[in-house]
């Protein structure tokens, strides 16, 4: 089935600094989400993408749509504690379907 | 509204007993999806209605789960006979209200099943 690849799995960094993660897929998609979840939580949708080249902020995050719809990209600018968790690429494998999901990229911010 | 919600949270059961989970999604959501989480890994769906009906349902789904949404609003996911490898966090998820189309769904919090 559809699989979405993130990277970088996990990763460690300091309060302040900016953090970038990916996504990729074998195939097109036609829409991109990235969500948020914490220890015990639901995923929280965070953006949603929905044209290809599409740059779209949340306050100090900002996610955009590959141009070749194959991949996107999200980065989180100054990061504090609270973005510790993970974060999930996501999207419909065609049209209005069930959400397939990634891995998930781990963060943690070291005060 | 509230956002999505799910009962139990928590829910430990003994292997070979029955468990039945309880989602309300967004009141003006008529979409309404059930996916399982296991440790490391992102959501995988389970199935999903429109209104009360069931449209899909994953290989994921055996013949030892079911799902309902009677009357288009909550729905419940029930489990029969229980195997350790049940154990996840079952989550459930609503789209397709006036704000964001079908594919910007909304989670609840979960419930976690251990399976002893």
């Known amino acids: 089935g559809q699989q979405l690849n993130q990277s970088p799995q996990s990763m460690f960094i300091q309060e302040g600094e900016d953090v970038s993660m990916n996504c990729t897929s074998s195939?097109?998609?036609?829409?991109w989400l990235w969500y948020k979840q914490d220890p015990g939580e639901g995923p929280v949708l965070l953006i949603a993408?929905?044209?290809?080249?599409e740059l779209t902020s949340n306050g100090r995050l900002t996610a955009q749509f590959g141009i070749t719809r194959k991949d996107s990209f999200l980065n989180i600018s100054a990061s504090i504690p609270s973005d510790v968790g993970i974060y999930f690429c996501?999207?419909?494998?065609?049209?209005?379907?069930?959400?397939?999901f990634g891995k998930g990229t781990r963060l943690s911010v070291i005060a | 509204d509230t956002g999505v919600s799910q009962d139990p949270r928590h829910k430990i059961t003994k292997r070979g007993q029955n468990v039945t989970f309880r989602c309300d999604p967004i009141?003006?959501?008529?979409?309404l999806y059930w996916y399982r989480q296991t440790l490391g890994q992102g959501p995988e769906f389970l199935t999903y209605?429109?209104?009360?009906?069931?449209?899909?349902k994953s290989r994921l789904l055996s013949d030892r789960f079911s799902a309902e949404r009677p009357k288009g609003s909550f729905s419940t996911l029930e489990i029969q006979r229980t195997e350790q490898g049940d154990s996840a966090m079952y989550l459930c998820?609503?789209?397709?209200?006036?704000?964001?189309?079908?594919?910007?769904?909304?989670f609840g919090p979960g419930t976690r099943l251990t399976v002893l």
């Open positions: 998820a609503s789209s397709g209200g006036r704000t964001g189309g079908y594919n910007e769904q909304f």
């Open positions: 195939s097109i998609f036609n829409t």
């Open positions: 993408l929905y044209k290809a080249g």
């Open positions: 996501a999207g419909p494998p065609s049209g209005n379907t069930p959400l397939v």
């Open positions: 009141s003006e959501h008529n979409r």
């Open positions: 209605f429109q209104n009360e009906a069931q449209l899909e």
